[in-house]
């Protein structure tokens, strides 16, 4: 959300806000109740005539706030769904200007947005006085601001004026994912609460008595850490399971905190009775000393003793390498937080849970880290991200290379798996996925447009690589230089992506392909096509540019594998000739540090004439989940498998790593069926073209293959069983959206397929009857809770000779289901599906079938899909043709989504169900809104229209179907066994006919992952 306003770029102002908030917690009724003046300096141009502020502690008001929104649609309903007593919300809000009553109203689409009209306009230079009381109901921890029990996290609490800058007014509401934007002023903070309360806040304490109080319970703190020491480590082991802090009594007498903090952009606040307090103090270069803090509780002694060193480290860190602190303290406290690992405010911080001395030091360098991008250098980090979040986790990295090494990034993966000199490193590989699979949203875009793991993955990973690829291009000092006379000219400001650009250009660094980095898809992928020795033993290198962006790039010159120089080139459009100096080298090899971001290695290395050739070229592995950046991998694994006709088969997996994505992906799985001796086997194809802009994410060529035995099951009169093969080329185009939630695709695929039959006396198929089915597809999908929807429109045909006629189909088909949470995890599922024959040449025709072998009409409609109405071979079926027994009963839930199961359609009754014309079928299941352990229940309801005017003849069954029973739903319903209970007359027939009386036969299986491909499997895991 932002107000343009016409105001030329470049002049530029900034508005100076003047806080004084007295307020008291009340920790029973979890509330704080007081009081802010804010004194509101117009630096514009011109007069203003309204303040936009934010109320934010009302984003946890109710399910209707921008803040719920964004929890739903990133999938999560625990907001949604919560108490209204855990709610939050800002009260009493009245405000004066200048001390008149003011004209104010709420944003009607943002209850946590306000706007105070000024009666009087605020003139260019003027001062007003805003004031207001105001009582915060504090949530319980969902996000940011919030409390469990009596440990309180203060943050974005108080009513606060939006920014107001060149640009206009930027009014946003409160979100999860996406941060913040202030304007810098002086805050002066009055907190009443009770006594026993220890206290971590932005700003310097005034109050002498709480100096010392601070000052003794560091001397106890210190104390209690030696007696920990003493104790024997077999104790101190038992002592981390068992410890609990349990929250002391509030004492009933009161005091009052005076905080006072110069040139910061917000406050907030942490108070706990239990913490317990440790302190440091940095020593800077220019001799300025800051004192360092770390607060926590008993239970997180054995990392946390140390977190006030942390602080102090990287407060040295970041002033020598960015510029200095300027403000007189810094705190980490450990609290419960409930949005990422950690969260910054001006002088405070406040971390989550941590397991490892490293993963503390790293949050804690993390979040002091933003004292500098943010606290001084306050960008809008709502719009541009990567501005706060991507430089600061460059020196966050910088700093972990320097005080761990370089190799600390890949989480202790066996090398096996995951080995840097073969793979990269892990952060890199997870930045190449998105960009080979079309989701590297560019990091210089609205927090609240990108998915999880882009807001991950690019606006941090990707902006800290693309910085340290500038640095390694330029050389590190002259990088520094850049980045700190940045730091000197925007401190305390507001810096757009312009004004970094330019900051760094003023410094004479290229900084455009950076910039694109940042707001583009584009990728670099330089690629190392020929080399020449001279007789200087200095090189010819030819490099040419396949990817879009050209940005400078390495080229290090090898012996036996080892780096023995690097130097850094600059691209040129298409393809260059470069000189590299005089070296002993028998390859070059472009990115071999990994510094750049090239989107494909395997182009990057060359051998030099005479070099010996290496005896492999493409490496063998059993578990391959990575790409190998030297050469191609071959994946090979075993594989097991088993149906009703082929009994046991056994064969090898032949693949290409998924990681990072490939643009060709494939698997061959061919295999050996025991049961009958034949072959079977599956492979799938698919080529993804990823376009670096517009509305298209992906376009994916496809082609699958299976063939497997699909009748007569092997037996002393029949011995072989006869097959099936299916061979589908597919496309398939994905869209972009700017709601994280949405998924849209259209598709089309071919499928032509071949049954054998007619076996003859020794089982050998006679024949081989040939369907080809071609069907488009659109799919709309929305995955916000709680009402997420998918829709699929279809459009299929076939065109067929049977003797002397021909016949053709083509017919439309919808399906739209939809979940409607009622509580979390528990939820009512609506399911409607319609499909009708546009056309079909044996609309009338006096049977239904499906298949080619059945020779009679294909493609009909069925209420409940069993292996025989599969005629796609979409499914998985155990037992595809059999009547009886567990293969039999099994059900793929698809067109009308009925559960029963009885065999052939041989008999015009058997044909009851299908329809060569139109077929309408509604599904209802729910979860039961309590649990009963170990009988995962889902009642079921499903009705139906099938139109049999075909068999009206001679037919009196009527065309509506009914039925209802229980679902047991395991494995969390992928494996589903269905109880009908209550049936229509016409099914009840039906049912009779064929169970005989046996309950137990009219019992169905399904299975939920049905028709998923492995790489359909890994396609969803990587997105
Ligand atoms: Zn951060």
Redesign the pocket.
């Known amino acids: 959300m932002a107000n343009l306003l016409a105001i030329a770029q470049g002049n530029y102002f900034q508005q100076k806000v003047n806080y004084y908030i007295n307020v008291t917690l009340d920790d029973k009724n979890h509330q704080i109740n007081g009081d802010i003046t804010i004194d509101y300096t117009n630096n514009a141009p011109h007069e203003l005539t309204e303040i936009w502020m934010h109320i934010w502690p009302n984003a946890f008001k109710n399910t209707h706030t921008a803040y719920c929104h964004q929890t739903l649609r990133q999938g999560s309903d625990k907001f949604y769904f919560s108490p209204k007593t855990d709610r939050g919300e800002c009260k009493l809000l009245d405000f004066s200007v200048n001390g008149a009553k003011a004209t104010w109203n709420y944003d009607p689409k943002h209850p946590d947005i306000a706007r105070i009209t000024l009666q009087q306009p605020l003139k260019s230079g003027q001062t007003i006085q805003i004031k207001t009381p105001f009582l915060v109901q504090i949530p319980s921890s969902f996000s940011r601001l919030g409390h469990v029990e009596t440990s309180y996290q203060m943050t974005q609490w108080f009513p606060k004026p939006a920014v107001f800058d060149q640009y206009g007014w930027h009014p946003m509401p409160y979100l999860n994912q996406g941060e913040f934007f202030s304007e810098f002023g002086n805050f002066d903070v009055k907190i009443t609460l009770p006594e026993n309360y220890i206290v971590g806040a932005t700003g310097l304490l005034m109050t002498n008595s709480e100096k010392d109080f601070l000052a003794t319970k560091a001397i106890e703190t210190q104390q209690l850490l030696q007696t920990l020491e003493k104790k024997p480590t077999q104790e101190k082991g038992k002592r981390r399971k068992t410890v609990e802090d349990p929250f002391p009594a509030s004492a009933t007498s009161m005091k009052t905190l005076h905080y006072q903090a110069e040139n910061v952009h917000d406050f907030a606040w942490f108070a706990d009775k239990r913490f317990l307090v440790v302190k440091d103090t940095a020593q800077l270069a220019s001799g300025k000393t800051i004192d360092c803090w770390a607060m926590f509780t008993q239970s997180d002694v054995k990392h946390w003793k140390k977190g006030a060193f942390y602080v102090k480290r990287a407060i040295e860190f970041y002033s020598k390498h960015v510029g200095d602190y300027p403000w007189p303290q810094a705190t980490a406290v450990h609290s419960a937080l409930s949005a990422g690992g950690g969260m910054?405010y001006p002088m405070v911080t406040v971390i989550g849970n941590t397991d490892s001395d490293y993963t503390l030091d790293q949050v804690i360098t993390?979040e002091v880290g933003?004292n500098w991008f943010y606290g001084i250098l306050a960008s809008n980090e709502r719009d541009h991200p990567w501005m706060d979040?991507g430089l600061?986790s460059y020196y966050e990295q910088r700093y972990l290379r320097t005080y761990y090494g370089d190799n600390n990034m890949n989480m202790n993966l066996p090398k096996a798996l995951y080995d840097p000199q073969k793979h990269g490193n892990l952060l890199e590989t997870g930045i190449l996925l998105l960009a080979r699979i079309g989701e590297n949203t560019p990091p210089d875009l609205n927090s609240d447009h990108m998915t999880n793991a882009a807001y991950g993955l690019q606006v941090y990973m990707k902006t800290a690589h693309c910085l340290r690829w500038l640095e390694n291009a330029v050389g590190t000092s002259q990088f520094d230089t850049a980045m700190k006379n940045y730091f000197q000219k925007w401190r305390f400001k507001h810096p757009y992506p312009i004004d970094f650009e330019q900051a760094l250009k003023a410094n004479g660094l290229e900084a455009e392909w950076f910039m694109k980095t940042m707001t583009t898809r584009q990728n670099a992928d330089p690629a190392i096509v020929r080399v020449s020795k001279k007789e200087d033993n200095s090189y010819e290198l030819t490099v040419r540019q396949r990817g879009q962006l050209l940005a400078p790039f390495s080229i290090t010159a090898l012996s036996n594998g080892k780096e023995v120089t690097t130097q850094w080139f600059s691209p040129t459009k298409n393809q260059s000739t470069y000189l590299f100096p005089s070296v002993e080298a028998d390859a070059f090899e472009l990115n071999h540090q990994h510094l750049a971001l090239d989107l494909r290695h395997q182009n990057n290395h060359i051998k030099t004439k005479g070099a010996l050739k290496k005896a492999e070229p493409i490496e063998v592995k059993l578990l391959a989940p990575v790409e190998n950046h030297q050469k191609k991998t071959l994946g090979i694994l075993p594989w097991i498998g088993g149906n009703h006709y082929n009994g046991l088969m056994v064969g090898t997996l032949l693949y290409n790593p998924i990681l990072p994505g490939q643009r060709l992906q494939y698997y061959l799985a061919p295999g050996f069926a025991f049961g009958n001796s034949k072959w079977v086997g599956g492979a799938d194809l698919r080529y993804r073209l990823i376009p670096s802009k517009g509305r298209l994410k992906r376009i994916t060529i496809g082609l699958n293959a299976r063939s497997f035995s699909d009748d007569h099951r092997p037996s002393a009169t029949d011995q072989f069983g006869d097959r099936f093969y299916r061979i589908s080329p597919w496309l398939k185009t994905e869209f972009r959206s700017s709601n994280t939630a949405l998924r849209q695709a259209a598709q089309v695929r071919w499928n032509h397929i071949g049954q054998e039959g007619g076996l003859n006396a020794k089982g050998i198929a006679q024949e081989t009857f040939i369907s080809n089915v071609w069907e488009t597809q659109y799919q709309l999908s929305n995955l916000a809770l709680p009402h997420p929807f998918d829709l699929t429109i279809g459009l299929e045909g076939q065109s067929w000779h049977q003797e002397a006629q021909h016949n053709q189909y083509l017919r439309l088909s919808a399906e739209w289901k939809q979940s409607f949470f009622y509580q979390p995890k528990r939820s009512v599922q609506l399911r409607f599906f319609g499909g009708y024959f546009l056309q079909n040449s044996l609309r009338n025709s006096e049977s239904v079938g499906f298949t080619a072998s059945q020779q009679r009409t294909r493609g009909a409609f069925s209420l409940a899909q069993n292996g025989y109405s599969d005629y796609k071979y979409d499914a998985l079926f155990m037992g595809r043709n059999e009547t009886a027994g567990l293969g039999g009963r099994q059900v793929n839930l698809a067109e009308g989504g009925f559960k029963y199961a009885f065999g052939w359609p041989y008999s015009n009754s058997g044909n009851v169900g299908h329809s060569n014309n139109l077929l309408l079928a509604v599904n209802l299941s729910a979860d039961l809104p309590f649990k009963i352990p170990g009988l995962p229940i889902r009642p079921y309801y499903d009705a139906g229209f099938a139109d049999l005017g075909f068999l009206n003849t001679n037919n009196t069954a009527p065309n509506w179907f009914w039925s209802g029973g229980l679902t047991l739903a395991f494995l969390k319903g992928n494996l589903n066994v269905h109880l009908p209970l209550i049936n229509s007359s016409n099914l009840e027939t039906l049912y009779n006919e064929t169970s005989n009386g046996n309950y137990f036969r009219r019992i169905t299986w399904s299975v939920k992952l049905n028709n998923l491909e492995p790489l359909e499997i890994a396609d969803r895991f990587i997105k």
């Open positions: 910054e993390h933003h979040e600061n």
